[in-house]
């Protein structure tokens, strides 16, 4: 597969580019930072610069040219304000689904974050305006014609990857690996039964690929070690 991800500089996606790549899949992370080419190499990918917070459709429709998915796994990342959170959590979600419709590519899978069903929960203000961001993202994708997945992923950590999960469309509030994640990802791209389904993600008991196929059949995750 040919696969585009957006944030390809960032800590899922360079773990996402490294397996996606050690299994023989093309991969294409798009930068808005040209020294950040070297990291999305070095992780078996190939680096497109585009900022897609100032970049138009007609510019990203090119680079997703070919593609069999997308991801989108930017962020505007810690100490940015509310008015990036909009703009990169919410509007370069959306300009990367615009620009996947152009291109023809159906396959979308959006990283969003718990608590994007009810921001109003969040502690501070920026905090809020990132899970606003998130969720208006969330609206924007699902009301497409694309064959979209939505993952939101409890607190990240840089904990070594288990391979154990829990995935559901409501998991208690909990942290999970980026490592988990991105393998998460790549399990999710492959089942095409996750279609149209959001699903929450934090560690737990389950074999990942067990634990989306058990998603993809509406079941609760029962796919532990004791399945081996």
Do not use: C
Not at 107 to 118: E, F, H, I, K, Q
Not at 150 to 179: A, I
Request: proline share 4%; net charge negative.
């Amino acid at each position: 597969m040919r696969i585009v991800i957006a944030g390809g500089h960032g800590q899922i996606a360079l773990r996402l580019t490294r397996l996606l790549h050690e299994r023989g899949d093309e991969v294409v992370g798009l930068v808005r930072n040209p020294a950040h080419i070297g990291d999305v190499e070095h992780a078996g990918g190939q680096a497109a610069v585009i900022d897609l917070e100032h970049a138009d459709v007609g510019e990203l429709v090119p680079v997703l040219d070919g593609a069999d998915a997308v991801v989108f796994a930017a962020g505007a990342g810690p100490g940015s304000g509310a008015a990036r959170k909009d703009s990169v959590d919410r509007g370069a979600a959306v300009l990367l689904a615009d620009a996947a419709e152009g291109a023809g590519v159906s396959r979308y899978v959006l990283v969003s974050s718990m608590g994007a069903d009810d921001p109003t929960q969040a502690d501070d203000d920026v905090f809020r305006a990132y899970l606003e961001a998130k969720a208006a993202a969330e609206d924007d994708v699902r009301a497409r014609d694309l064959d979209w997945t939505v993952l939101r992923p409890g607190g990240l950590t840089d904990e070594p990857g288990t391979g154990l999960v829990r995935l559901e469309p409501r998991v208690e509030r909990g942290s999970v690996s980026r490592d988990d994640v991105a393998r998460t990802v790549v399990a999710l791209l492959d089942e095409a039964a996750t279609v149209g389904l959001t699903l929450e993600l934090v560690a737990g008991e389950d074999l990942i690929d067990a634990a989306v196929q058990a998603a993809g059949r509406g079941e609760p995750g029962d796919g532990g070690l004791d399945a081996l």
